[in-house]
């Protein structure tokens, strides 16, 4: 086999095993791999694994049946840019500061799914939230934000002016970057080929190549509507049915966590209304988009692709008020999906707000970055 395509196996494989914390068995690797990328022989993805292994970007934990596979932690400077060994894509190890509040979370959910209490919806996590009272962002955070977010459209009374002249730099970098986040292993440059020049990457699966060109319809119709578009009940099942035209019913999963959705519709149907209530009723823009990113992934209206409309809807509060998008770019996936299984097994948000925060400052530099760029040439 190619050593091209060993290395876009090995990829795929590590970004699934970041996915889960608590480590995950050959045989679920076996099949997500199946699913996602077509089928693979499992003496085949044994050697992809021990590959990995030997890098160092993996360790192995159990033995026989028990064994289980897990990203290994390499402590890192804070926003400091890696190169991995052998990683010809330039793979990214970033390490994200994370508060006190957020190590103890961090701490409890990299425990084995065996040590972790299995827990369903909790209705009083989005009942105690009051709009106006309850503040998931402390008032230094908004501040900072709000600060660093201006930019020259900022305060213009007609939404999305921002977001209409960045977008086609959200159409690529934010389309790569959510879909990285759900285990795409397209590169930024394949992705960009693809967007702009209707170019699917060599060797990608034809769900991946799927992916991309979703979120970007997704992002383009946010962008372009901004100004009369709010986070309502028609916009986020818009964006649903952009980013899984699929609408067959399918049992609602979430690997590598212990928590378990609601699965009576009619309840799901009236939470998803009191969300919307509270939502619209959030005046801070930064405090409305991440809210929507923390309850909307725990509330699983949707069958799938909950996390990426979390993801898309943050920035309708962002496009509506002109400031920088959130772009995701460089987020890691592993310390992203501890921030999610924060909220979903814990109830606790401070873990994935330390993420939105870092992952905001890192959009608003990128952006600042591409602007310069541009100007330049």
Known sequence: ???????????????????????????????????????????????????????????????????????????RPPARRVEEPEAPYGVEIIHVPVSGEGEKIRILIRKSSFLRRQTGFDRKILENYKPGISQYL???????????????????????????????????DFSWASSRLEGCTYTQSEAEALILSGKPAPGRHVLETRMILNHEAAISMLARNADKTGIDASTLKSLHATLSPDTRRRPKEIPGTVFSPSSMPQFVKDRFLL????????????????????????????????????????????????????????????????????????GQTELLRDVFVWAYERSCLHNREKSASRHST
């Open 138 to 172: 402390p008032d230094p955070i908004l501040d900072r934000l709000h600060e660093i977010g201006r930019t020259s459209s900022t305060g213009n009374k007609v939404g999305g002016i921002h977001a209409r002249s960045v977008l086609d730099r959200l159409r690529v």
């Open 275 to 346: 969300f919307l209530e509270k939502s619209g009723a959030i005046s801070d823009p930064f405090e409305q988009a991440f809210f929507v990113m923390a309850q909307l992934p725990y509330l699983q209206p949707f069958s799938d692709t909950n996390k990426p409309v979390s993801r898309l809807a943050a920035n309708i509060p962002l496009f509506r008020h002109n400031l920088c998008p959130l772009f995701f770019v460089d987020v890691p996936g592993l310390t992203y999906t501890e921030g999610t299984l924060g909220v979903l097994e814990l």
């Open 1 to 75: 086999m190619k050593q091209m395509e060993i290395s876009r196996h090995c990829e795929f494989i590590a970004g699934v095993v970041s996915e889960h914390p608590e480590g995950i068995g050959i045989a679920g690797l076996h099949q997500t791999f199946t699913a996602r990328c077509g089928n693979i022989n499992r003496r085949t993805l044994q050697r992809r694994l021990e590959r990995l292994a030997r890098n160092g970007r993996i360790a192995a934990e159990g033995r026989n049946v028990a064994r289980v596979y897990k990203t290994r932690t390499i402590a």
